[in-house]
């Protein structure tokens, strides 16, 4: 019990740094070109998150969250423009922004929740694209030109800081909402359905209700910060709301970073998104392609070597450096089998040197 | 006594092959009833029609005085029928008090009361002592106390058992042959599937014979060891394979003699 408590403890104190630490980020280091980084990296963290409580509690791994992401900077975009809204006033529209995505995540849901594993994957890549197709074919979304957002009188500096601050906002509150689904009898129904889920729906879990509910909330949140991005690039075209990598990269960083858990995208995204902007400004990796690149290599080294990402290997590294090198969780039956090894081995070991003693 | 749970007529067709041709059986309230016969008699796919896993093409299934035929699995186990799985379906990611958490249906308010059952149970069926480990860790004998335990916290008046003893211990199949007793004796209904002969007419108090998709004969144990169209059943073309390939590490060896078959 009071190593439990101390272990509260330590995580409340860090979670305190941590969220003071981010805070004081961009007072502390006020030059634009840094702050930048910041405010990315918050974006991805709100859409990492958001991506994990749907896909990493059930399972249903989507690579269509851009589907949100591009409908809330669209969405965003159309109703400024429509209704003249200016200055921070398009902040208030965020709200009806989440309604939206709540509305085509719905839509989605009805769609692509019939199915399951791979077929799933497909479907949501399949209604990524039609989205895509639709921002470039529709003469209200301004075609490939895209659209622009108004614009922002703020002086740079604290232009960044406080679209840092926003995106801070919506990462903060996507943690706190993960971390209340996952607490949940909700959040365990859909940890109950990524294991197995007919059997789920056999003990009575409304199944296609509990999975309709998480991608409702995640198809929220990844619209409202989608919304965020636009008004803080003050654009948005087909090809850069409705992107395939971004796709791959929210994954990327909650597989990273540790699949399912709720620090596990928080990490990911903290170290992909400005790792991404940094190698894409330096002048000798051209153009850029070297981070995709690199980004593909990391994605099938996180896949092949830690597919349970840094959170959950990183605690069993320090479990097993508690337990001095043993493993952390041994069952008993295997406790007795590795023991009549070792002693086997050892057996041998010793009686080896006897018979080279002997020999010679 | 009144039937609890009754199947008139289930057919169930799998392209040409006929799995069920009309199955009628009975479940009185407060036994323990057993459904025997030959491998693909069709015994897992009546527990998937009753359980709402696959729809039935013709027939009725009833609970009680209420048509429950095609309802959806959450809504059969909802009416008050829970089942096991002849190959466990454990939530392996989950930790074991997780596990038992899942079918509980309780609010916030309630969930204290509910862990205090969960741990009751999972002592019921002594692996409370694993409650915190991922249920993944567990050995197959554990995995289906589990599974018997998690599916008891709904409090179904029946429970359908899919070979509780298949492939586990002697010791542990005693221990679950106790616990249903146990319940049973507590008011609990239950419908078990298995070749374990030795366990089925310990346990039962009526036996049903499924052969080839209907069921061709039901009663006491007793009359069930005799009777010439269960022998036919388990002696026909398909005994090698069926009976003696059935048996599982802790079964009962299997005679030659056709009389011991069902002994």
Known sequence: MTALSRGAAIRGGLLVVALALAIAFPLVFTNPAVTQYGVFAMIFVTAASAWNIFSGNSGYVSLGNAVFYGSGAYALGLMAKGWNVQGTQVFDLLPLVGLIGAGIALVFGLIALHVRRHTFIVITIAVFFIFQ??????????????????????????????????????????????TLVRRSR???????????????????????????????????????????????????????????????????????????????????????????????TQPQFSGGYLSEILLGVIFLFVVLVMPRGIVSTGAEWIKRLRSRGRPAVVPAVMTEQAGAAALVVGGTASLQPQAKDGGQ | MTALLRTEGIKKAYGGVQALTGATISVEEGTIAGLIGPNGSGKTTLF????????????????????????????????????????????????????????????????????????????????????????????????????????????????????????????????????????????????????????????????????????????????????????????????????AGQQGPAGTPVEEDPSDVIS
């Open chain 2, 48 to 243: 998937n029609v009753i359980t709402g896993y696959q729809r039935p093409d013709e027939g009725q299934v009833l609970f009680g005085d209420r048509v429950i035929t095609s309802l959806a699995p959450d809504k059969v186990f909802a009416v008050g029928i829970g089942r096991t799985f002849q190959l466990t379906r454990i939530f392996q990611r989950l930790t074991v008090l997780e596990n038992m958490l899942v079918a509980a249906q309780h609010s916030r308010s309630q969930r204290h009361t509910v862990r205090r059952r969960a741990m009751e149970l999972l002592e019921f069926v002594g692996i409370h002592g694993h409650a915190d480990l991922q249920a993944g860790s567990l050995s197959y004998g554990q995995r289906k106390l589990l599974e018997l335990a998690y599916v008891l916290i709904a409090d179904p008046r029946v429970i359908l058992l899919d070979e509780p003893a298949g492939g586990v211990n002697p010791t542990l199949i005693n221990l679950i042959a106790d616990r249903i007793r146990e319940l049973n004796s507590q008011g609990k209904t239950f419908l078990i599937v298995e070749h374990n002969m030795e366990f089925v007419m310990g346990l039962c108090s009526s036996v049903s014979v499924l052969e080839s998709g209907s069921c061709v004969v039901s009663g006491p144990p007793e009359m069930i060891r005799t009777d010439k169209r269960v022998l036919d059943a388990y002696l026909g073309a398909d005994f090698d394979d069926d009976v």
């Open chain 1, 133 to 178: 197709l639709m921002a470039f074919n529709f003469s209200f979304t301004g075609g490939s030109s895209g659209l622009n957002s108004p614009f922002l009188t703020w002086q740079p500096v604290p232009y960044n800081q406080n679209f840092y601050f926003i995106a801070l906002g919506f990462a903060v509150a996507t943690v706190i909402v993960a």
């Open chain 1, 186 to 280: 909700f959040g365990l129904q859909l940890r109950a359905i990524r294991d197995d889920e007919d059997r789920a729906r056999g003990l009575g879990v409304k199944t296609m209700r509990v999975k309709m509910t998480a991608l409702v909330i995640t198809g929220s949140i990844t619209a409202m910060i989608g919304g965020v991005w636009f008004y803080y690039i003050n654009q948005v075209q087909p090809q850069t709301g409705f992107d395939p990598l971004w796709d791959l990269q929210i994954v990327l960083m909650a597989f990273l970073g540790g699949y399912g858990s709720i620090s596990g995208p928080v990490i990911g995204a903290l170290i992909i998104e400005p790792g991404t902007l940094w190698l894409n």
